[in-house]
């Protein structure tokens, strides 16, 4: 007797045909849980994107306790607006660009780690208001939508 596992998603389905090594990994990844919170915070996120551009953008800031979740819906976020690769251009497209925040306050870190994002070099050596001004050119020509800042209170 074969059994059609119609009871599951098809995404379930796919996984049965893994192998069992497999099986286990995707048993032990990182889910997705749509709690109230985390769903409002992502509609947010969301909103926040689709925003039009003005002079003084919107933002937010989500704050709470370590191991809440605030990274994983961050990460929920950028998974479902990845980066692409525009073949006409030939250059990456970032519409979400998401940075860790330097565990020091120091602006040539903070430039280097938005480079490091949308993975453009940078000297150690090279001066601020270079590394500045080459970040922001940088940025305008890729125009992501929103700059996610992780650890912000760095």
């Known amino acids: ?46 909103f926040l994107y689709r925003y039009p551009k003005c002079a003084r953008m919107q933002c937010l800031l989500i704050y709470g306790d370590s191991g809440i979740g605030k990274t994983m819906i961050l990460e929920k976020f950028l998974r479902d607006l990845a980066s692409t690769f525009d073949q006409q251009a030939g250059m990456a497209r970032y519409p979400v660009v998401s940075i860790q925040m330097p565990p020091a306050p120091d602006e ?13 070099p940078s000297a150690p050596d090279e001066r601020l208001h270079r590394l500045e001004g080459r970040t922001l050119k940088l940025y305008q020509k890729l125009a992501p939508r929103v700059l996610v800042i992780d650890e912000v209170h760095h």
């Open 1 to 46: 007797m074969t059994k059609t596992f119609a009871h599951l998603t098809a995404a379930a389905r796919i996984r049965l045909e893994l192998s069992n090594e497999e099986r286990i990994s995707a048993i032990y990844g990182a889910r997705w849980v749509a709690h109230p919170k985390a769903k409002r915070t992502l509609e947010r996120l969301n």
């Open 108 to 120: 040539k870190r903070f430039y280097s780690q938005m480079l490091s994002a949308v993975g453009a």
